[in-house]
């Protein structure tokens, strides 16, 4: 039964009590015939205009129930985009706009599991090809080896150099990807301790003091005078740093220049900046950089663009310690090159 009919149900006994108990209580005041039909007559005129009102004040909560039920319909096929309209009394807009409040978190949270879904296909795809690659390489040359068709020494040398070189970037790959899933499930207990931005810079610069001489790069680094300690995981940061200036390098001209900068931007953070004279980074790009897997240029080989899990595994870290981390445009050589930036927490006495 429909809850409009039996409101009107309901309506049509109660006033039919009511009359029944009003004609006895005429009769019973010794009334004559005509006076009783005059107000009997009356009596049910009312009771007719009052489910009148009665059935049209209904008609705004059979309406609204019926918006609810049929959103609820869209609910369970999987349509979280539609909303139920606020009509009726109060406590129905209510209920409406929670149930709104409800449809559109559903789709928040559908919308994040299909994300991840595709993320995980990506994954899977990208790491079976990053995977797949170095491995048919290091089968091809053990099985050149164990076929002896190297007959010089030179050639067995760089064979063997190769399947190393081949054997460390499949580790690398490893690695990473055990470092990614263990920020994403949490596993990394942010332990912090006090450390100073010079000492942090000048750790991350050493440990690239190779690759920066190979390509006989410079590096300007840019500090204030007074510069307040970080609460930072050293070791966790300074994989952020290697890993944005192992980009710098990269995409930087032989002879280039890095331009490494801090400044005290807010009194919880300090924020370093790490400006290369690469190609620079397009305006579509800039959301997806920190993707995993993503590389702004397809083209780019493993062997020249890595695996694209560095920035992603940055971007981690940094918002474990609180922080942002973004890209921009160098300004100030007319566009040219990367700015890459991001901030480390100040340690609060």
Request: proline content about 4%.
């Amino acid at each position: 039964m429909k809850l409009r009919l039996y409101l009107l149900i309901a309506s049509g006994v109660s006033t039919g009590m009511i009359l029944l108990s009003l004609f006895i209580c005429y009769r019973y005041m010794l009334l004559n015939w005509k006076d009783v039909v005059l107000l009997s007559t009356v009596t049910v005129g009312a009771a007719g205009v009052s489910m009148l009102v009665h059935f049209v004040m209904t008609r705004p909560l059979e309406k609204a129930i019926k918006a609810i039920t049929q959103e609820t319909t869209h609910i369970a096929e999987g349509d979280f985009k539609g909303k139920v309209p606020l009509i009726g009394p109060l406590e129905y807009q209510r209920l409406a706009a929670q149930f709104n409040q409800m449809t559109a978190k559903l789709n928040e949270s559908f919308g994040k599991i299909r994300s991840a879904e595709a993320s995980r296909k990506e994954l899977v795809a990208h790491v079976s090809h990053d995977l797949r690659t170095p491995m048919a390489s290091i089968q091809a040359f053990v099985e050149a080896l164990q076929d002896d068709v190297i007959a010089d020494k030179p050639t067995f040398e760089r064979y063997l150099q190769t399947i190393r070189l081949e054997t460390g970037r499949l580790d690398a790959l490893i690695q990473e990807l055990f470092k990614l899933s263990q920020l994403d499930a949490g596993g990394t207990e942010f332990t912090p301790e006090l450390y100073h931005v010079d000492h942090f810079l000048v750790d991350g610069l050493q440990s690239l003091a190779f690759q920066l001489e190979e390509k006989e790069m410079q590096v300007e680094v840019d500090l204030p005078e007074r510069l307040p300690p970080v609460a930072i995981m050293p070791q966790e940061m300074k994989r952020v740093l290697a890993n944005i200036l192992d980009n710098a390098i990269r995409h930087s001209p032989v002879g280039g220049m890095i331009d490494i900068r801090a400044e005290h931007v807010t009194e919880q953070f300090v924020k370093l900046s790490i400006t290369d004279q690469g190609h620079g980074i397009v305006e579509e790009d800039k959301e997806r950089i920190f993707d995993r897997f993503y590389r702004s240029d397809p083209s780019r080989t493993r062997s020249s663009g890595g695996a694209g899990l560095g920035l992603a595994i940055a971007k981690s870290i940094v918002e474990l310690h609180g922080g942002t981390i973004g890209v921009d445009r160098n300004k100030a050589t007319g566009g040219g090159g990367s700015q890459f930036w991001f901030t480390l927490p100040v340690h609060q006495a």
